[in-house]
């Protein structure tokens, strides 16, 4: 199995980039989908993005179109999430997750077994 570690996060102002980092121990990263979630104080976690196992293939949630870009170096065993233009709605604390599914992405968290401890995002307005 694979055990997601969680780096990059902080705190920033409005307008501001952030580029988080999940790294993998154990098993090489790609063997698996992998994905950013984040949850918001009193909120639920939320689908951010995901990168199929090679790299070709991204899916982001609308409201970070644009802004956030996911890609992988899997030399590296690393997942990346490049921020920009960040939002005080991105407030959050983030978390990577991999996923032995069978298809290239999947939004679906239920479908994402191997989860790091989060790394917090604020940004102040």
């Known amino acids: 199995q694979v055990q997601p570690v969680e780096s990059g996060g902080g705190l920033v102002l409005a307008g501001a980039s952030l580029r988080l980092s999940c790294a993998a121990s154990g098993r090489t990263f790609s063997a698996y989908v992998v994905a950013w979630f984040r949850q918001a104080p009193g909120k639920e976690r939320e689908f951010v993005a995901a990168v199929s196992r090679g790299g070709s293939t991204t899916d982001y949630t609308d409201s970070v179109k644009g802004r956030f870009t996911i890609s992988r170096d899997n030399a590296k065993n690393t997942v990346y999430l490049q921020m920009n233009s960040l939002k005080p709605e991105d407030t959050a604390v983030y978390y990577c997750?991999?996923?032995?599914?069978?298809?290239?992405?999947?939004?679906?968290?239920?479908?994402?077994?191997?989860w790091g401890q989060g790394t917090q995002v604020t940004v102040s307005s």
């Open positions: 997750a991999a996923s032995l599914y069978d298809r290239d992405t999947t939004y679906d968290q239920y479908e994402y077994a191997y």
